[in-house]
């Protein structure tokens, strides 16, 4: 099968961008890889600026893989009257949807309404009005009303008890890790230079002004210098610890918390992805179809201080089991249900008038210090996009202020595919795949998660028998994307491979622990690692598993 032509992404590019960053200067060094500096290095290299792009740990490992995978235009921000913000985040679904059709897939919501509900049938008629008024009439599907019986017949699990109706309604899901591993990649395409597991620990400065930045190598320790005229601060949750190092001042952020869990679908029982009110404090909440699996998130709770790895609790679990059994009562969903738990920290603006957490806005503002320091500041994933535009279209005017150069015309990032994303059917991929004598289960799998290199992926497997096998039996996730992943989305530890690449961490009820050795010889053997490095990854891999269960696990009483 003949495969798409594609440039190694991987830890040897890494070191080779690394050492060309510390004897040159760019035009732009982007500190932080979630989606937002993603986003920037990938608008910036498209405009022909000298990017490099840096990142503390994993690309996404902060808040952008720990979000609840929605592309949408935001129907709870209705209530708060924030339509400029539907209304850009729906045309920013749209666009999603088109340059990365296997990491952003059409999704059908049901918002069921019980009388003893905070919304009522009306209410939610006139806002799924206004929301496809705000797509412009452009989303997948519109919403449609329906009355009690339709609703026990899409969803026959959920609480008849005081159920009045309900509409359904068109958003999107997505895989929020690899989509922005895949808009890292498109950077590194254009150009940028980029590195994993590489901190800021303070900037670098001339005239008072900041022209780079001092880093360290979080794998080696290494530190070296990189040079750049303009530096932008896109560090998520984490902006005011960085905005610290060049400068005391106010915080631009109220960060809270937000918890998931993720439970066997059959024990919910429901077929599509639902929004509700949770009994508990009125607050929306989702229940998403993740595979076999259903996702239950959110909480939003405020927060004393932003961890390097923040952990769902066993408050977190309670609230979200409590919410999702009063809608499914049957399903009598217990802590032992419970196959996985995350949580992430959301980077909101910090707004004083705000009387609770959804009450805060979810936009995003760009500041820059006196010594010259850009920060972007809040926002959504959803709308990456376009805050990556406004953010490069004021470093290439700093640019001018400097040199004198021509600002370089707005890049087409609404139209350029993502990597693996330059296909309009992707179930022609599937056929492709199962032709070639793959299961059709793993070809489903493996074009929705590499779209269309999910023909090197399966080259390899047919190449090489033993790199067909799966990582854990009963997923379909194989040996061979972990050399892929090595080669081609510089994983750099097990971690790297099995939370953020395939997800095997959060689907398997032992968080695929079992995986760690296969998983940790196949990078040895792509890294060149120790066998001391080996076994320190399956160690750490094996503590990270071990944490998540004993922070959702109650205190016994002493
Ligand atoms: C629970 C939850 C659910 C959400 N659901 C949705 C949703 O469904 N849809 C939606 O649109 N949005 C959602 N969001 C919001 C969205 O996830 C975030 O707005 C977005 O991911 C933030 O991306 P970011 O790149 O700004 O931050 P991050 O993804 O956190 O990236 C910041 C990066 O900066 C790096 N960094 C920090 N310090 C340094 C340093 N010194 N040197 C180098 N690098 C550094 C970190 O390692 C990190 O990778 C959700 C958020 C949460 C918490």
């Not at 950077?187 to 001092?214: D, I, L, N, P, W």
């Not at 909440?285 to 959110?298: M, R, Y």
């Not at 492709?432 to 090197?456: H, I, N, P, S, W």
């Amino acid at each position: 099968m003949p495969s798409p032509t594609d440039r190694p992404f991987s830890a040897a590019t890494r070191r080779s961008d690394l050492d060309a960053l510390s004897s040159g200067v760019v035009d732009l060094l982007v500190v932080g890889g979630g989606i937002t500096g993603s986003g920037i290095a990938r608008d910036a290299a498209m405009r022909g600026l000298t990017t490099a792009l840096v990142d503390a740990g994993d690309f996404g490992h902060g808040t952008s893989s720990r979000s609840s995978c929605l592309v949408h235009g935001g129907l709870r921000y209705l209530e708060h009257g924030w339509l400029s913000l539907v209304f850009e985040s729906s045309r920013e679904r749209a666009v999603l949807l088109r340059i990365a059709p296997h990491l952003v897939r059409p999704a059908r919501f049901l918002f069921p309404v019980h009388s003893s509900g905070r919304v009522g049938r009306v209410t939610l008629a006139a806002g799924l009005w206004l929301y496809d008024t705000l797509s412009l009439f452009r989303n997948v599907g519109r919403h449609r009303s329906m009355g009690r019986k339709a609703v026990s017949r899409l969803e026959p699990a959920l609480r008849n008890q005081d159920l009045r109706g309900g509409a359904t309604y068109w958003d999107a899901q997505c895989d929020d890790a690899r989509l922005t591993l895949a808009t890292v990649r498109s950077a590194q395409r254009h150009g940028a230079r980029v590195a994993s597991y590489v901190a800021v620990k303070s900037f670098e400065k001339a005239g008072g002004r900041t022209r780079g930045a001092q880093v360290e190598d979080c794998l080696t320790g290494e530190r070296r210098t990189l040079h750049a005229h303009v530096v932008v601060n896109a560090t998520g949750p984490w902006t005011d610890a960085v905005r610290r190092l060049d400068e005391p001042g106010a915080p631009l952020l109220r960060p809270t918390k937000g918890a998931h869990l993720a439970v066997p679908r059959r024990r919910i029982g429901n077929s599509a992805a639902l929004t509700l009110t949770s009994p508990l404090d009125g607050r929306v909440i989702f229940i998403l179809p993740w595979g076999d699996l259903s996702v239950v998130g959110t909480t939003d709770t405020d927060v004393a201080a932003v961890e390097e790895e923040p952990l769902a609790d066993s408050d977190d679990v309670t609230y979200l089991l409590r919410s999702a059994n009063a809608f499914f009562p049957d399903a009598r969903l217990g802590l032992g249900d419970v196959v996985s738990a995350w949580a992430g920290f959301r980077p909101l603006l910090a707004a004083p008038g705000a009387t609770s957490t959804a009450a805060v806005p979810r936009e995003h503002r760009v500041v820059e210090s006196a010594s010259g320091l850009m920060t972007v500041a809040g926002g959504k994933l959803t709308t990456y996009r376009s805050m990556a535009a406004e953010v490069v279209d004021r470093v290439a005017r700093r640019l001018r202020r400097l040199d004198g150069r021509a600002v370089p015309p707005r890049a087409r990032t609404d139209l350029e595919p993502l990597p693996g994303g330059e296909v309009a059917d992707l179930d022609v991929l599937v056929r492709d795949l199962v032709q070639e004598g793959l299961d059709d289960r793993l070809a489903q799998a493996l074009v929705g998660r590499y779209g269309t290199e999910a023909v090197g992926i399966a080259n390899l497997a047919l190449r090489e028998p033993a790199l067909g096998r799966a990582l854990v039996a009963g997923h379909p996730v194989i040996a061979a994307e972990v050399v892929h992943q090595a080669r081609r989305e510089m994983a750099m530890t097990v971690a790297d491979v099995l939370v953020r690449r395939t997800h095997l961490f959060h689907r398997h009820a032992g968080q695929a622990v079992e995986a760690a050795p296969t998983v940790a010889q196949l990078l040895a053997e792509e890294l060149g690692w120790s066998a001391s490095s080996v076994k320190c990854q399956i160690r750490a891999y094996g503590e990270m598993a071990a944490e998540m269960r004993r922070a959702i696990t109650p205190a016994r009483p002493a």
